[in-house]
């Protein structure tokens, strides 16, 4: 029995909990220096046996900014995972080394066993098409930050919304605030998992699913806009078909409302327009900027050093 604590999922916080490290994450952003020094004798392993530029560098990002060190790879071949090590192996050793691990897996549950064979907090950095907690985070503060709280908005999540993993993590964990509505717009081969409809059915929280962006803009506080998942098509020639079935351009923003906010998890391929990225609707980028400051919060408090910081803050400001 350990009472180590791993982030799998954003459910794995309580509501207070998220609160609490999405303040953490805006005394960071507020006061960045103070932070330097957190994680002197630190090291973040990052395991990602699936691509990614953005997650991975935010992690590692993170860890140097806190003071810390950073190991580990980007890609499973250049792992002992391509002779055959198994993830369970592969973690166990990573405990004798590092610190906290985040891990990315085109499996869906790898980073789940990997944190039951853990001696360190793991991270899901991403597993498959399933969860994508992290992400997540960065979405719930960005939507604070410009919302002011967590409840009471419409939210269009459009695209990919069967293989999108990030869609599938925030959907569940905006199923725990009040008075949100989702609009779910895809094309019929890439709707929403019928678990995903289930789940909001069964907690009573209102959504309809449309084909057309148009249609639904003007009811929209957030547009969350996601890529086609080319890597997890089975079939190339249904990837080029569905791959430009959105894109957001100047015409099709006229029609939202003035204080409407654009969100995308990135890498975007075509489905936002250059030309919306100076409009001051457009928040993706300071969604990047975010991931930062909260998983730099994530990575404390895994760790269990947010208490006493913050502790210390309010003996020195009174
Ligand atoms: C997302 C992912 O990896 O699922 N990217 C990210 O982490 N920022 C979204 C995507 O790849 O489309």
Redesign the pocket.
Known sequence: MNDLRHLMSPMDFSTEELENLFDVAVDIENNMSKYAHMCDDKILATCFYEP?T??RLSFETAMLRLGGKVIGFADASNSSASKGESVADTIRVISCFADICAM?HPKEGAPMVAADHSLIPVINA?DGGHQ?PT?TLTDLLTIRNLHGNLHNFTIGLCGDLKF???VHSLINALSRYTGITFIFISPNELRIPDYITDMLKHKNIPYREVIRLEDVMPELDFLYM??V?KERFFNEEDYIRLKDFYILDKAKIQLAKENMYVLH???RVNEISVEIDNDKRAAYFKQVQN?LYVRMALILTLLDMTKSHINHNLLKEY
């Open positions: 990614s953005r997650t990315r991403g994508h992400q999108g993993r990030t996601t890529r998942q998890p990135l890498p991931g």
